[in-house]
C-alpha cells in the first residue's frame, strides 16, 4: 500500500500544519505509522519498545495524542500517554528517564491557534535530527495503519496514563540549589501566554517561602488572540500589572514551555540575550563551571565577549536547537543557546527547557542578592552595550537563493561605519564588522518570509542595520 501525502512536510521541529486542512485524524495516524515503522528498526541497547507521548492546550490536541499511542500500540509499542497537557520539555525528559525508543508532542509551540504539530524525541531526549526526520518522512503512506483501540490497549498494559511531570519537578530541582531558592523569599512572575506552564512554577515552588504570580495561566485553546512566542508585542497587558505590581523578575514561556522570554520586575521587557549572558556569566562565576558553550549564528556577540574573557571555547551553529543538541551529545557544553529563546542545560536532556531556564534565574537571583536592573547594568559595564532586534519581512521563496547568493558575493563593505571584516554563510549570511556589529539576513524554513538580524551598542544603530538588511533585500529584486 503506498499513499501519498504530499503536503506532510517535516521541519526545523518537526511537522506544523493548520488543523482540519492537513493536521487531520487521518494525516497525523499516517505519521504516527511511519514513526512505528521507523523505530522498530532503530533499536539500541540502552532503549525498550516503549514510546512517551504527550500533548499542549491547543484545541484537539488530547484526542489527537490518544489517535498517536493507539497506532503505537497497535505496533506493538508500550506507550506512556501523560494525562493532561504537559511541557515539551517534560515529555522529552520522560523520554531519557523511562528508557525510550522515542517521544511523540503534539504540540504547535508558538504558532497561530488555528495549528497543531507533531515534534519528535529521541532516546536521550533531543529533538529529532533531519535524517531521523526525513526517514520518518520517507515511511509516510508506504503500510497501513495498524491501530488498537484505546481501551484494548489499556486492558493489555500497552498504553499507561501517567503524569510525567511530579517526577520531572523532581529531576529539575536537583539541578539547581533548591535550598537557597526556598528560604530567598522571591518574588517570581511567570506569563504563560495560556500555554502548558501555567501553574509548573506554584508546584515547582510548593512549600518554599517563594511568592509566584502567573499572568495568563487560563487554558484557552485560542491563546487570548495572541500567538503563544515569547515576544514582548504578546505580554503588554502583564508588563502593565508589573507596573502597578512589581516582582523580582518576570519569566515568559511559549505554548510548549521550551522556550523563553522575560520582564524585570516592573514590566520591562528583556531581550533573550540579556537572560542568556545573565545565565552565562552566573555558571562561569557563580556555579565555577568550564567547558564549551554552544551559541546559534543569531545570538548576542556579547556571548563571544564572555567566553574570550574566561578563555571558554566558542561553538558556532546554524539555527535550529537540533544543532545545538548536536553538540551537546558530543560532550563537555557548559551550556547551550539561541536566540529564539532556547537554553540548553549540562546534566539534563540536550533539549531547550523553559522552566529549567526559569528555576536557573531563580537561583542566580537568590545568590547574587541584587536587583535585576542592576545585574543587567553590570553586563554592560563589563562587556560594552549591546542592542538587539529582529524584523520579519515577506520575501518570495523563489527569490531567497538569488538574494543569498547575491549578499555572499557582493557584502556590504561597512556597518556603521565600520569595515565588514566576517562573512559567514552557513546558515543564511552574516557580516560582522570590525566594531563588533553585525547583520544578518536568513530566510524562514517554511515560509516567504527573510528574517533579518541586527545588533549594536545603541537601538538607534539597530535600527539603521535593520534598514540596511532591507536595503539589500529590496535591491535583490529589481
Not at 537557597?180 to 502548558?196: P, R, T
Not at 542578592?369 to 549591546?386: F, G, I, M, V
Not at 552574516?430 to 524562514?444: E, I, P, Q
Request: proline share 5%.
Amino acid at each position: 500500500m503506498t499513499t501519498d501525502h504530499p503536503n506532510i512536510k517535516f521541519g526545523t521541529d518537526g511537522w506544523r500544519a493548520v488543523m482540519a486542512e492537513d493536521f487531520t485524524f487521518a494525516n497525523v495516524r499516517a505519521v504516527a505509522q511511519a514513526t512505528a515503522d521507523y523505530f522498530r528498526r532503530r533499536k539500541t541497547r540502552t532503549t525498550r519498545k516503549r514510546m512517551v507521548v504527550g500533548y499542549d492546550r491547543r484545541f484537539l490536541s488530547d484526542e489527537f495524542a490518544m489517535t498517536v499511542a493507539e497506532v503505537l500500540a497497535g505496533n506493538g509499542y508500550e506507550v506512556i500517554l501523560t494525562n493532561t497537557p504537559t511541557p515539551t520539555p517534560a515529555v522529552s525528559w520522560a523520554v531519557k528517564a523511562g528508557q525510550g525508543r522515542a517521544g511523540v508532542m503534539l504540540t504547535a509551540s508558538h504558532n497561530p491557534a488555528r495549528f497543531n504539530g507533531y515534534k519528535l524525541k529521541l532516546h536521550h531526549g533531543g529533538p529529532a535530527d533531519p535524517d531521523t526526520c526525513s526517514g520518518v518522512e520517507a515511511l509516510i503512506g508506504k503500510h497501513p495503519v495498524r491501530s488498537m483501540p484505546f481501551k484494548k490497549a489499556h486492558a493489555r498494559k500497552l498504553i499507561r496514563v501517567e503524569d510525567v511531570r511530579p517526577r520531572y519537578y523532581r529531576a529539575l530541582r536537583k539541578l539547581v540549589d533548591f535550598k537557597l531558592i526556598a528560604k530567598s523569599g522571591l518574588h517570581f512572575g511567570h506569563e504563560a501566554l495560556f500555554g502548558v506552564g501555567a501553574g509548573c512554577f506554584e508546584e515547582l515552588l510548593e512549600g518554599t517561602n517563594c511568592k509566584v504570580t502567573t499572568f495568563n495561566g487560563a487554558h484557552d485553546p485560542n491563546f487570548g488572540g495572541i500567538n503563544p512566542e515569547p515576544i514582548a508585542r504578546n505580554y503588554t497587558a502583564t508588563a502593565e500589572a508589573l507596573r502597578r505590581k512589581p516582582v523580582d523578575f518576570c519569566l515568559v514561556t511559549d505554548g510548549d514551555a521550551d522556550r523563553i522570554g522575560g520582564m524585570d520586575g516592573r514590566g520591562n521587557a528583556l531581550t533573550t540575550h540579556q537572560i542568556i549572558c545573565l545565565l552565562l556569566e552566573h555558571f562561569i562565576l557563580r556555579r565555577q563551571g568550564r567547558g564549551r558553550v554552544v551559541k546559534a549564528l543569531t545570538t548576542t556577540s556579547m556571548v563571544d565577549i564572555i567566553c574570550g574573557r574566561y578563555d571558554l571555547e566558542l561553538t558556532e551553529t546554524g539555527v535550529g536547537f537540533k544543532y545545538i543538541c548536536e553538540e551537546m551529545l558530543r560532550g563537555d557544553v557548559l551550556l547551550g543557546f539561541e536566540e529564539s529563546g532556547g537554553v540548553g542545560f549540562p546534566n539534563h536532556v540536550p533539549e531547550r527547557d523553559g522552566l529549567l531556564a526559569g528555576l536557573m534565574m531563580l537561583e542566580l537571583l537568590a545568590m547574587e542578592k541584587l536587583p535585576l536592573t542592576k545585574l543587567l547594568a553590570r553586563l554592560d559595564s563589563e562587556y560594552s552595550p549591546h542592542r538587539y532586534d529582529r524584523l520579519d519581512t515577506h520575501f518570495p521563496l523563489e527569490k531567497r537563493g538569488e538574494l543569498m547568493t547575491q549578499c555572499a558575493v557582493y557584502p556590504p563593505k561597512q556597518l556603521l561605519g565600520s569595515p565588514v571584516e566576517r562573512l559567514q554563510t552557513f546558515d543564511g549570511v552574516k557580516f560582522t564588522a570590525r566594531n563588533g556589529c553585525w547583520l544578518m539576513l536568513r530566510g524562514s524554513g517554511t515560509e516567504p518570509v527573510l528574517r533579518i538580524y541586527a545588533e549594536a551598542p545603541t537601538e538607534a544603530g539597530v535600527a539603521h542595520l535593520l534598514e540596511q538588511g532591507q536595503n539589500l533585500a529590496r535591491a535583490s529584486l529589481r
